[in-house]
């Protein structure tokens, strides 16, 4: 359990460096980052509130389609310490990505550390996050594949935030197209940990 909990911690705090070095390159945030600063820009709330209001709300949509079964305890917890963690990146000053090699470097770190992070306090068992709850409660509702609705939800939510005033750019595109595979490569070379069998995720070779 020690060992679980601590790489549920671990998760969420390289998921949170990996959504501050998106954010810090030039080219646009992730798609939910998107609104997250738009929120904050809009409201004077910090991007770490931002995204707790966020994924509060969604939880909220969530309950209401009857999705309770995919809340557990990390969901609530990982929305929180997510909000912290961002925050706190940003309070000690990482700085804006200056130039294009650092932007390129920024970027990519964002997506490795996106993925790293969801594997690894998602392999935990602990529970989904708040927008993959919400996903999953949909799929059951919708004629569509899990994979589309999330694009679609990325989509919405992207969009929703460049209708307030969010920077949306070409990071925004490489993000949405490059977390999935190397997420997929992740969980190949890391493993499932203690996630059930009906899980489907990419298994070792």
């Keep these: ?20 070095m998106a954010v810090k390159n030039p080219w646009g945030a992730a798609p939910w980052d998107v609104l997250h600063l ?17 994924s509060a709300s969604l939880l909220l ?12 305890w990390g969901t609530l917890l990982n929305t929180v310490l997510a909000g912290i963690f961002i925050d706190f990146y940003l309070y000690v000053g990482i700085p804006d990505a200056g130039g294009v090699a650092l932007g390129v470097l920024y970027l990519l770190l964002g997506v490795f550390c ?12 602990f529970g989904a996050g708040a927008r993959d709850g919400l996903t999953l409660v949909l799929s059951q509702r919708l004629p569509y594949t899990v994979g589309a609705i999330r694009l679609a939800l990325d989509a919405a939510a992207a969009f929703t935030g460049w209708a307030l005033g969010g920077a949306i750019g070409l990071s925004t595109l ?19 940990g203690w996630l059930p069998a009906t899980v489907r995720i990419p298994e070792r070779a």
Aim: glycine share 16%.
């Design 174 to 192: 490489v993000i949405v197209l490059g977390t999935g595979p190397t997420t997929n490569l992740l969980f190949r070379f890391i493993g499932r």
């Design 61 to 72: 949509i969530t309950l209401t389609l009857g999705g309770g079964w995919s809340i557990r």
């Design 114 to 125: 996106l993925a790293l992070g969801s594997v690894l306090y998602t392999r935990t068992g």
């Design 1 to 20: 359990m020690i060992t679980r909990c601590i790489s549920f911690v671990i998760g969420t705090m390289v998921l949170s460096l990996g959504v501050v």
């Design 38 to 54: 738009a929120i904050a820009q809009r409201t004077g709330l910090t991007l770490g509130v931002a995204s707790i209001a966020t």
